[in-house]
């Protein structure tokens, strides 16, 4: 799922495109992904793009009068850009085309499309900004909050670090390769609990949120510029453990360890995340029960 990185990277490749020309006519090609039935799109559109917005992980398309467009990409839902007017949606991938003009002349089409065969990506349309606080789950936006605000939404809930971190009630636009990244970063276990920690501690973690957010932001912010974000993926080569699982940490060399759950992992190492503590895996632990080494040098065999 796109988080607060990549999402910073779309709304800069955008700005320069849509704002200031108008948005004609959003093409459906999956009848699913509008969401919403009031206001409909012909009480919408054809109207000026004014700005872009935020909210978590969606983005605000702000058009003239106080209309908005309010997409979630979900999981595997992207943005494409096509210079020319009027483009092709895709045909297995395509769910729906913005149409912008400027003036009388095509402009731009802007492509929304999802890999997985779920369809979770939506648009809405909404009249009224009073409206759009119904797209925020109510996470403090972690860039820039005070040390107060962050402690306080980190200790509201006993969560482990990995959920809290995730939890968009919580803090909102990190999801669940960034966590990966951060808990790496701070060295910190992904199952400690949120409400054990010391003042020093949640300052420690605080540090490592916005300096890995910041460090990607910078870095897709500046791929913008070049070109519009075209591979926008949860899986880089630069990570430190995110979808690194059985290779070597960059900090130690340990072999990277993963807990699966559901639909989800989390990416750790044991040697500088957990004291060289190999956390319970619950499916392979259940099955290899005795078996199931407790710490990485059992598995790395010293």
Known sequence: ??????????????????????????????????????PSVSEVLPREVVGLERIGKRIILVLKDERFVVIHLMVSGRFQWKDEGNAKVPGRLGLAAFDLTDGDAPAGTLLLTEASTKKRASIHMVQGRENLAAFSRGGLEPMGASFQDFAAALRRERHTLKRALTDPRVFSGIGNAYSDEILHHAKMSPVKRSDTLKDQEVAHLQASVEK???????????????????????????????????????????????????????????RCQTGGKLLADRSLSRLLKDNWPKTIDELEGK
């Open 1 to 38: 799922m796109p988080e607060l990185p990549d999402l910073s990277a779309y709304l800069d490749a955008l700005e320069t495109r849509v704002v200031g020309r108008t948005l004609s006519r959003i093409r459906f090609a999956s009848p699913f992904v509008l969401r919403s039935v009031s």
């Open 212 to 270: 890995v957010l910041a460090m990607w932001t910078e870095r897709f912010r500046a791929e913008a510029k070049v070109a519009f974000p075209s591979k926008v993926t949860a899986f880089r080569p630069e990570m430190a453990v995110h979808g690194k699982f059985d290779q070597p940490c960059p900090d130690c060399g340990s072999k990277v360890q993963r807990i699966v759950y559901a639909e989800n992992e989390s990416n750790y190492c044991a």
